[in-house]
């Protein structure tokens, strides 16, 4: 299993920007595709960004897509999401997670690790 510590976080305003970063440890980290999730208050945690091992491959939310960008430094053991345009529906709590095989399913039970997130709060 590989760990994950989620930074970045912060309060910001509508129209502003934010840049989430994943530290991830263990030596294996190109084994693995690494996403983003979110989870707002009352609601159930949400897909948001993936990207494949090699960073080839990304994929995103409707909800995120031209706003979102996930991208990874498999040299330094970090994934990144640079959010641009922020929106206060975009408040939440953000997670970093993993998982050692390729699906184009992206549902929060095919993420075997995960790290303990960190708070994203947009104001109007």
């Known amino acids: 299993q590989v760990q994950l510590v989620e930074s970045g976080g912060g309060l910001v305003q509508a129209g502003g920007s934010l840049r989430l970063s994943c530290a991830a440890s263990?030596?294996?980290?190109?084994?693995?595709?690494m996403a983003w999730f979110r989870q707002a208050p009352g609601k159930a945690r949400e897909f948001v960004a993936a990207i494949s091992w090699s960073g080839g491959s990304t994929h995103y939310a409707d909800s995120v897509r031209g706003r979102f960008t996930i991208s990874r430094d498999n040299a330094k053991n970090m994934v990144y999401l640079q959010m641009n345009s922020l929106k206060p529906e975009d408040t939440a709590v953000y997670y970093c997670?993993?998982?050692?095989?390729?699906?184009?399913?992206?549902?929060?039970?095919?993420?075997?690790?995960w790290g303990q997130g960190t708070q994203v709060t947009v104001s109007t």
């Open positions: 263990g030596r294996t980290f190109t084994s693995y595709s």
């Open positions: 997670a993993a998982r050692t095989y390729y699906s184009d399913s992206y549902v929060p039970g095919n993420f075997g690790s």
